[in-house]
């Protein structure tokens, strides 16, 4: 998530660290930070929404989202579309607050934490937004307890298995912006649903030997599913072993 007027707090928290921080109805700045923003998708949050709302993960990319291919970034990303109105709301956001908090965005749950990544340790800065008043008022938590509350550690864990891909070191060797190496990235990270075809209908299972809990597994779970294709994309976009081919 970005906006204009963010700010870091100098400082780094560790896990036991506390902050002040709150966000209700109370509040003026209520929905305010889900307002006409650049909120980045990642796979498990596209993951969870689409089977929230019930529907296909490629009806809820052409319904709610656009891509971009940013050459600073080297792959295709994906954006929530905002309400094209005045309002500029992302379209989950109701007057009551969000629709699907619960499988609400990583970059939504994680706020006002950051997690800081050049560091080995698990350290945290805090972000503000000069409109948010849930500092002043804020209750104090520490980060573990704040982070927990928020189930950021699963999204964060799956989110590291994807770094995988994005973060290769073989990564620069591929154009991911165009051509067929940018679709086999988007459907193993976006499309989830059309992935599962390739395995189960196409002609996947011919040139992949994959044991049989574990199809069981991925077939029934799509959390599994979805950390197979991760594995999936780093043996045919860099020539991993991670499959093991008939």
């Known amino acids: 998530m970005s906006e204009n007027n ?3 707090q100098s400082g780094k928290l560790g896990i036991d660290d506390s902050f002040n921080f709150s ?5 003026e700045c209520f929905n305010k930070c889900c307002r006409d923003i650049n909120l980045f998708l990642t796979p498990y949050d596209i993951l969870r929404i689409k089977k929230r ?7 809820f990319l052409k319904i709610y989202t656009f891509p971009l291919l940013p050459e600073e970034i080297g792959h295709p990303v994906i954006l929530m579309k905002m ?31 950051e997690p800081v990544s050049d560091s080995e ?14 500092f002043e008022k804020g209750r104090p938590h520490t980060v573990k307890k704040w982070r927990d509350t928020q189930n950021a550690a699963l999204y964060e864990e799956i989110n590291d298995e994807w770094k995988k891909v994005t ?7 591929q154009n991911l912006l165009e051509g067929n190496s940018r679709d086999v990235f988007f459907l193993g990270s976006y499309n989830i649903d059309e992935f599962r075809d390739l395995v189960f209908k196409g002609d996947f299972l011919k040139y ?31 020539g991993e072993n991670t499959l093991k081919r008939r």
């Open 6 to 8: 963010i700010t870091t």
């Open 23 to 27: 966000c209700g109805k109370d509040l």
């Open 53 to 59: 709302l019930n529907i296909t993960s490629n009806e």
């Open 83 to 113: 309400i094209p109105d005045e309002t500029k709301n992302c379209p989950f956001v109701s007057d009551e607050g969000c629709m699907i908090y619960t499988d609400r965005p990583w970059s939504c749950r994680s706020f006002p934490l």
């Open 121 to 134: 340790t698990a350290l945290f800065q805090i972000i503000r937004r000069d409109f948010c008043r849930g």
């Open 167 to 173: 973060h290769h070191e073989k990564f620069s060797s």
């Open 208 to 238: 992949f030997d994959i044991d049989k809990k574990v199809l069981k597994n991925i077939k029934a779970n799509e959390t599994e599913l979805l950390r197979f294709a991760f594995k999936w994309l780093r043996q045919v976009l860099f």
